[in-house]
Nanobody
């Protein structure tokens, strides 16, 4: 059974930082690349950063240089360090394997709000 538990979101001022965590079940964490996704109301969930089992990372241009994805294989946990946050980063953030399939289970996500 797949488990994904995201945490670490909250309200932060522009320019601030947050660190998101995602505890995943070992049946996906140890096999697949993992990613962080975000979704705003009325829009599709979008993959913004990914990390392979070997630690190779990638991210979309809008977060490159500001967000860093990492993983702790001993804890089955993937992190997203978010710095220099902007109001347009406001979204619900989710983790899952990367790329996710249409039938994949999703956790509850964690809300990030960037506002003064």
């Amino acid at each position: 059974q797949v488990q994904l538990v995201e945490s670490g979101g909250g309200l932060v001022q522009p320019g601030g930082s947050l660190r998101l965590s995602c505890a995943a079940s070992s049946n996906i964490f140890s096999v697949y690349a993992m990613g962080w996704y975000r979704q705003t109301p009325g829009k599709q969930r979008v993959l913004i950063a990914a990390i392979t089992t070997g630690g190779t990372t990638s991210s979309v241009d809008s977060v490159k240089g500001r967000f860093t994805i990492s993983r702790d294989n001993a804890k089955n946990t993937v992190y997203l360090q978010m710095n220099s946050l902007k109001p347009e980063d406001t979204a619900a953030y989710y983790c899952n394997r990367a790329p996710a399939r249409g039938t994949d289970y999703w956790g509850q996500g964690t809300q990030v709000t960037v506002s003064s």
